[in-house]
C-alpha cells in the first residue's frame, strides 16, 4: 500500500455518460497530481493541485475537470466520455509543490473502460 | 506530450546480468527521477537525481545524469526474475512547472 488511495479501481461505463475518479494523498502531502495512461499516449500529465489551488495543467481535456478538496482529497470529473478516454487514471501525491527533490507516490489508479 | 524517449524499448536478459537503459529529455531540468511499473499497477518511485549530480547508487540501481547531453541511464545490476517491469523516467522541469514528465518507458523482462 502506498499510502495513496484511489477509488474506484474499475470502472465501465457507456460513451456520453460522466463519471468521476476520487483520491485520497498520502498523509502529510499537500500536492495531488493526475495522470492518464493509454497504450498510444503513454503516460500524460492532467493537473495538478496544491493545497487546494490548481497549481499547473498540462493535456486535460475540457470535458475533464479537477479540483482538491479542504481535506486535501481530490477528484477528477470525466464527462462526455468517449471511447479514447479509456485508459488507467493514476493519482500521486507528493509533500510539496515538486521541486524540492522528493519522489511522487503514485495510487493504484482507476482502469477506466468506456464501451 | 513526452518528454523524452527511453531505449530500448524492450530488454530482456537472463537472471544474475546487469540491465542498462536509457533516457533522453528535451529541456532543462530540476530533477530526474526513475519509476517502476508492473503490468497494470501503479508506479513506484525508484530513485531521484538532481540537476547538479552525475552519479547516484541505490542498492542494485545505479543513475548517472548527463545535463550536456540531456540524458540518463539505469542500471540495475545482477537482476532478478522479479525485476521484470516497465521502467520509466521522469522530470521535473526547472522554473516554474512542476510536474513529472516522463518519458515512453523501458520494458524489462528477466528471465529466470
Known amino acids: 500500500d502506498s499510502g495513496v488511495t484511489q477509488t474506484p479501481k474499475h470502472l465501465i461505463t457507456a460513451t456520453g455518460q460522466r463519471v468521476t475518479l476520487r483520491c485520497s494523498p498520502r498523509s502529510g502531502d499537500l500536492s495531488v497530481y493526475w495522470y492518464q495512461q493509454s497504450l498510444d499516449q503513454g503516460l500524460q500529465f492532467l493537473i495538478q493541485y496544491y493545497n487546494g489551488e490548481e497549481r499547473a495543467k498540462g493535456n486535460i481535456l475540457e470535458r475533464f475537470s479537477a479540483q482538491q478538496f479542504p481535506d486535501l482529497h481530490s477528484e477528477l470529473n470525466l464527462s462526455s466520455l468517449e471511447l479514447g478516454d479509456s485508459a488507467l487514471y493514476f493519482c500521486a501525491s507528493s509533500v510539496d509543490g515538486g521541486g524540492g527533490g522528493l519522489g511522487y507516490t503514485f495510487g493504484s489508479g482507476t482502469r477506466l473502460t468506456v464501451v | 506530450s513526452q518528454q523524452g524517449e527511453e531505449d530500448p524499448q524492450a530488454l530482456s536478459i537472463q537472471e544474475g546480468e546487469n540491465a542498462t537503459m536509457n533516457c533522453s529529455y528535451k529541456t532543462s531540468i530540476n530533477n530526474l527521477q526513475w519509476y517502476r511499473q508492473n503490468s497494470g499497477r501503479g508506479l513506484v518511485h525508484l530513485i531521484l537525481?538532481?540537476?547538479?549530480?552525475r552519479e547516484k547508487h541505490s542498492g542494485r540501481l545505479r543513475v548517472t545524469l548527463d545535463t550536456s547531453k540531456k540524458s540518463s541511464s539505469l542500471l540495475i545490476t545482477a537482476s532478478r526474475a522479479a525485476d521484470t517491469a516497465s521502467y520509466f523516467c521522469a522530470t521535473v522541469a526547472s522554473g516554474s512547472a512542476r510536474q513529472l514528465t516522463f518519458g515512453s518507458g523501458t520494458q524489462l523482462t528477466v528471465l529466470p
Open positions: 537525481i538532481r540537476s547538479n549530480e
